[in-house]
């Protein structure tokens, strides 16, 4: 079993877009934070036009925001605690992000079983009709009643199961919305510093003077107008620790766990079961091969960085999809792991899966005699949520800064997304064309990931040879060097187990081999980066 490998190296092997030297530079907005909010947050803040600097500790997107059940959605269950402002905005924002990356988000149907036990049809049907209409759904159909006993999705499951409904939500590749996000910051002007800590950050006049130390061990001293600490799973260590804050703890840290098996079922629809519980767990077509089982919901009181998937939970995971499927699934089954730490906001809930999904913003003005800067900190938040918490987020920092822009994101593309949301075939169909040499599956994956940068990566490729060295899947030289170039990828597990999940087709020599080649790669860019001033 490989186990959760979404925890980042610790050793900086490229430092391309590294801080430059010199005087103290000085930004309107300083994001503590590379997941999902801190890059939606510099995204939209750097389109009106505020400086930007964002740093990560390790790898973008390499904590709970790869960590999800990857789904863009309303949340169904959410609906039981009344939560209908959280599900209605999410409800609306899946068809804006459909739109957004039709690349690395696409509709998927999901199949909720009747389990006479547990919640009544009546209630289920009650729901789902809700979910319908309260997001001013366009794009995606409407919810079915399914006989599982005719239709092809009951097949998998036991004869217990007579009947379900089937609604549709939306898949996403959060690593890479994540990634993409960093990406259009940058190209809009903000500066995005990977495997760079937030070592320090202290009041000074009107300015932030903040410590920032690379994984080498160098430091720089920035200055900011406003700091946002968007540091998810570390927002309280971030509050205490290095801005020395004695705030009480806002967070409550809850693990989720995943499990991946080989493929369980033909058909590319998911399911959503029940628990006795009150629980549910999605068992989700995953990378052609494979079917993704998730997630647990527990309090978690260690490092967010040593969270890792206990026994116990994966025997919860594989308990839960067996009272449904005709064949059990059993532990010796899971090819591979991941586990996550949601830094959800703490109501006061007492059980960790009815803590509130929502997201909470606190402006912290500092002294009014003094103008001193203020500061912005994140709690909570979902992956569906992200963009209009950003939009959010702005609006309460220009309390503090001069007004700046108005809301933009909407009606935009991410990288490589510039296309409709229907157009994904014809898409295939030119990159094929122009690429003769791709095997299908090969240009079908790349489109997934890069959407209409595949021509930017491929460039003047005429045969497979040109694309240089294969490292192991249908991962070479050419995909690496754009990951290391444009997106900030460092070592393997930043292109095997964030970029892609080409992890789960490789073996541990070849991944090693390719850990040696980018530490050599990143020495030879780095080196250029220093001739050229």
């Known amino acids: 079993m490989k186990r959760n490998p979404l925890r980042p190296d610790n050793d900086s092997a490229f430092e391309g877009h590294a801080p430059g030297s010199g005087r103290v530079k000085t930004y309107d907005i300083l994001v503590v934070g590379g997941g999902v909010n801190g890059c939606g947050i510099a995204r939209d803040a750097v389109g009106r036009g505020y400086s930007v600097l964002l740093c990560e500790q390790n790898d973008l997107g390499g904590g ?19 939560e209908f402002r959280l599900v209605r905005e999410s409800l609306i924002e899946r068809e804006v992000l459909l739109r957004m990356a039709p690349h690395i988000i696409w509709p998927l149907r999901f199949v909720l079983p009747h389990h006479k036990g547990l919640r009544p049809a009546w209630l289920l049907r009650l729901g789902l009709f809700l979910y319908d209409h309260l997001g001013g759904r366009k794009l995606l159909p409407p919810t079915q009643v399914r006989d599982l006993r005719r239709d092809p999705e009951g097949a998998s499951l036991t004869d217990a199961f007579r ?55 160098e430091r720089e001293t920035v200055a900011a107008r406003l700091l946002i600490n968007a540091a998810g799973p570390w927002v309280d260590k971030v509050l205490s620790s290095t801005l020395g804050s004695n705030s009480p703890r806002r967070v409550r840290l809850v693990q989720g766990s995943h499990i991946v098996v080989p493929r369980l079922f033909d058909h590319d629809k998911a399911y959503i079961f029940q628990n006795a519980d009150g629980r549910i767990v999605f068992a989700i077509p995953y990378e052609t091969d494979f079917t993704l089982i998730g997630t647990t919901d527990r309090d978690w009181d260690g490092d967010p960085g040593d969270v890792e998937i206990s026994d116990e939970e994966v025997q919860y995971l594989c308990t839960a999809v067996s009272e449904y499927l005709a064949k059990p699934v059993t532990p010796d089954q899971v090819v591979w792991t991941y586990s996550g730490v949601r830094p959800l906001y703490d109501d006061g809930a007492s059980k960790a899966q009815e803590a509130t999904r929502d997201y909470v913003l606190t402006l912290e003005r500092g002294s009014e005699e003094t103008s001193t800067p203020a500061l912005l900190n994140v709690f909570g938040g979902k992956i569906t949520t992200y963009r209009r918490l950003a939009e959010a987020a702005l609006t309460r ?41 791709l095997r299908p599956a090969a240009a079908r994956r790349l489109l997934r990931a890069y959407g209409t940068r595949c021509w930017q990566l491929l460039g003047q490729a005429k045969s497979n040879e040109d694309l240089g060295q294969v490292f192991g899947a249908d991962l070479t030289e050419v995909e690496v060097d754009y990951l290391m170039r444009a ?47």
């Open 397 to 437: 920092l220009q309390e503090a800064l001069p007004v700046k822009g108005q809301p933009w994101t909407a009606g935009t593309t991410l990288p490589g997304g510039d296309f409709p949301v229907e157009g994904f075939e014809v898409l295939v169909a030119r990159l094929m064309e122009d690429y003769a040499f």
């Open 163 to 217: 009947k379900g409904f089937e609604y549709s939500d939306c898949w996403v590749e959060d690593s890479r919305l994540v990634v993409l996000n960093a990406m259009d910051a940058a190209e809009r002007g903000a500066e995005i510093r990977v495997g760079s800590r937030c070592a320090e950050a202290r009041r000074d006049g009107q300015l932030w003077r903040v410590v920032l130390q690379g994984q080498d061990g």
């Open 64 to 82: 709970t925001s790869a960590a999800s059940t990857k789904l863009v959605h309303g949340g169904l269950r959410y609906l039981e605690h009344y």
């Open 487 to 533: 997106e900030w990828a460092r070592r393997a597990a930043d292109v095997v187990w964030r970029r892609s999940k080409l992890g789960l087709r490789m073996t541990a020599e070849e991944i090693a081999t390719l850990d040696d080649w980018m530490v050599e790669r990143a020495a030879h860019l780095n080196q250029s980066l220093q001739a050229a001033g």
